[in-house]
């Protein structure tokens, strides 16, 4: 098994080799800019988003996804389709499948089914980015390059257009968030999450041979995400980095369980579970003063609430918000309509796909990594490249318990990207450390 990121002895280069570094790099290129910045950036929030937001996405955005598509594609196709081969677990084929399903059962058949094109060519997109590089060190200065010169396009729109670039009094859903950058993106916490994931970025960046730009890109991206004012993305940022080191300490797996689930446990204990369970909203209540959360236990109540309507198959991807409680649905006139998701992405799942897909999501994107985390650094410490990829992953997984990420359908997705980037990437490892064990233990029975 081979791929771009992450080769061995013994497997022939020549498809790596003939594909010229032009190309490799403007495709690149072109996948990031498509899916961090999409076909709209510096929205005014003036109005003219609302409508973007309501009807099912825009022309642009669709034709950018499929030359993203036909892009990465193309270019497994030059590489050859065996690449896929260790992506193609049980859990992604079981997954997958549960979404053909749904799609098939869903209340709106046409848009599960536009939602689904869209998240194929997304994952195809993430394989492809990880196949493309010759080696680690091109991956990271493409990476890291693209995220810098986003970065310094966020900064120099706070000058050259604050009004599109700074949430503004006059916004007219949430004026509350006056003063907060957003740069080139439609709100803050987007951008506050993108910027923590660039700091990831710039770290690996800096420990794959560019000290100086990738400290540079983590430290211009900490200092954007601070003025963001992105609550979730600000406290998840350093506690991964925290969650990262210690999981380097020790290869043991109780250790690395406790790391990666244990946290993410009492997220949901202490967000949702505080809806599912009366006693621990008086608990969270008494440490944090509020346990509101900012409105969102009562969207979460109302999540909860249809996922009883339709616990086996959902109401099909993105049905949902987009087609039962969005723009002359049944509840046109509720307070329903000023919101476009459950801000909690394991609740949007299964708003989607029932509890049996959110549980077969969870095997897929959670379960999985972690053995694949296991296989890959059975020893203490880790690579560069996989310290990036748990720690991308980490915080996606994280964030998600505060907004919906892990299956964005049009771009700007950076999120649901570079999850599957992640997952994908562990996967990759994973086959070849067992590819190159395998190898050296064939060579000393040979011996």
Same mark, same amino acid.
């Given at each position: 098994?081979?791929?771009?990121?992450?080769?061995?002895?013994?497997?022939?280069?020549?498809?790596?080799?003939?594909?010229?570094?032009?190309?490799?790099?403007?495709?690149?290129?072109?996948?990031?800019?498509?899916?961090?910045?999409?076909?709209?950036?510096?929205?005014?929030?003036?109005?003219?988003?609302?409508?973007?937001?309501?009807?099912?996405?825009?022309?642009?955005?669709?034709?950018?996804?499929?030359?993203?598509?036909?892009?990465?594609?193309? *270019? #497994?196709?030059?590489?050859?389709?065996?690449? +896929?081969?260790?992506?193609? %677990? &049980? @859990?992604?084929?079981? $997954? /997958?499948?549960?979404?053909?399903?749904?799609?098939?059962?869903?209340?709106?058949?046409?848009?599960?089914?536009?939602?689904?094109?869209?998240?194929?060519?997304?994952?195809?997109?993430?394989?492809?980015?990880?196949?493309?590089?010759?080696?680690?060190?091109?991956?990271?200065?493409?990476?890291?390059?693209?995220?810098? *010169? #986003?970065?310094?396009?966020?900064?120099?729109? +706070?000058?050259?257009?604050? %009004? &599109? @670039?700074?949430?503004? $009094? /006059?916004?007219?859903?949430?004026?509350?968030?006056?003063?907060?950058?957003?740069?080139?993106?439609?709100?803050?916490?987007?951008?506050?999450?993108?910027?923590?994931?660039?700091?990831?970025?710039?770290?690996?960046?800096?420990?794959?041979?560019?000290?100086?730009?990738?400290?540079?890109?983590?430290?211009?991206?900490?200092?954007?995400?601070?003025?963001?004012?992105?609550?979730?993305?600000?406290?998840?940022?350093?506690?991964?980095?925290?969650?990262?080191?210690?999981?380097?300490?020790?290869?043991?797996?109780?250790?690395?369980?406790?790391?990666?689930?244990?946290?993410?446990?009492?997220?949901?204990?202490?967000?949702?579970?505080?809806?599912?369970?009366?006693?621990?909203?008086?608990?969270?209540?008494?440490?944090?003063?509020?346990?509101?959360?900012?409105?969102?236990?009562?969207?979460?109540?109302?999540?909860?609430?249809?996922?009883?309507?339709?616990?086996?198959?959902?109401?099909?991807?993105?049905?949902?918000?987009?087609?039962?409680?969005?723009?002359?649905?049944?509840?046109?006139?509720?307070?329903?309509?000023?919101?476009?998701?459950?801000?909690?992405?394991?609740?949007?799942?299964?708003?989607?796909?029932?509890?049996?897909?959110?549980?077969?999501?969870?095997?897929?994107?959670?379960?999985?990594?972690?053995?694949?985390?296991?296989?890959?650094?059975?020893?203490?410490?880790?690579?560069?490249?996989?310290?990036?990829?748990?720690?991308?992953?980490?915080?996606?997984?994280?964030?998600?318990?505060?907004?919906?990420?892990?299956?964005?359908?049009?771009?700007?997705?950076?999120?649901?990207?570079?999850?599957?980037?992640?997952?994908?990437?562990?996967?990759?490892?994973?086959?070849?450390?067992?590819?190159?064990?395998?190898?050296?233990?064939?060579?000393?029975?040979?011996?």
């Amino acid at each position: 098994m081979t791929t771009g990121i992450e080769s061995h002895p013994g497997v022939a280069a020549s498809r790596q080799t003939d594909i010229p570094d032009a190309v490799r790099i403007g495709a690149m290129v072109f996948v990031l800019a498509v899916v961090l910045v999409g076909s709209s950036p510096f929205q005014d929030r003036m109005g003219t988003y609302l409508i973007e937001a309501g009807d099912g996405g825009n022309l642009a955005n669709q034709i950018l996804v499929v030359m993203v598509g036909a892009l990465a594609g193309s *270019l #497994i196709l030059h590489r050859g389709l065996s690449t +896929l081969r260790p992506l193609l %677990t &049980l @859990s992604c084929l079981a $997954a /997958l499948a549960w979404f053909v399903l749904t799609t098939v059962t869903s209340v709106a058949p046409a848009t599960s089914g536009r939602r689904l094109i869209s998240l194929v060519i997304l994952l195809s997109a993430a394989a492809a980015m990880l196949v493309i590089p010759r080696n680690p060190r091109q991956f990271a200065t493409i990476l890291g390059s693209t995220a810098l *010169l #986003i970065v310094v396009i966020c900064y120099a729109s +706070l000058v050259l257009a604050p %009004t &599109l @670039s700074i949430h503004d $009094a /006059l916004d007219l859903t949430e004026p509350e968030h006056a003063g907060a950058w957003r740069g080139l993106y439609n709100h803050k916490n987007g951008a506050g999450a993108i910027m923590a994931i660039f700091v990831f970025i710039g770290l690996f960046w800096r420990r794959m041979g560019a000290p100086f730009l990738g400290t540079c890109l983590s430290l211009l991206s900490v200092i954007f995400l601070a003025l963001t004012f992105a609550k979730s993305a600000m406290t998840l940022m350093p506690a991964v980095l925290a969650l990262g080191w210690l999981l380097t300490r020790s290869s043991a797996s109780w250790w690395r369980a406790l790391l990666v689930f244990g946290p993410l446990a009492a997220l949901l204990a202490a967000t949702v579970g505080t809806v599912l369970v009366p006693s621990l909203s008086s608990a969270v209540a008494a440490i944090l003063g509020n346990a509101s959360f900012t409105g969102r236990t009562e969207i979460w109540d109302f999540a909860i609430d249809n996922i009883l309507k339709r616990p086996v198959t959902g109401y099909g991807y993105g049905a949902f918000w987009d087609s039962v409680f969005y723009g002359g649905g049944s509840d046109a006139e509720s307070w329903v309509n000023s919101i476009k998701s459950a801000h909690n992405g394991y609740l949007s799942v299964a708003l989607d796909l029932g509890l049996p897909g959110l549980g077969l999501v969870l095997w897929w994107y959670l379960l999985k990594p972690f053995r694949d985390l296991q296989a890959s650094t059975p020893t203490p410490g880790m690579p560069p490249l996989t310290l990036l990829l748990v720690r991308m992953w980490l915080f996606v997984m994280l964030l998600t318990v505060f907004e919906t990420a892990l299956y964005l359908p049009v771009p700007p997705n950076g999120l649901s990207f570079f999850v599957a980037l992640s997952v994908f990437g562990l996967r990759y490892l994973t086959c070849a450390a067992v590819a190159t064990e395998t190898s050296t233990h064939s060579h000393h029975r040979a011996g």
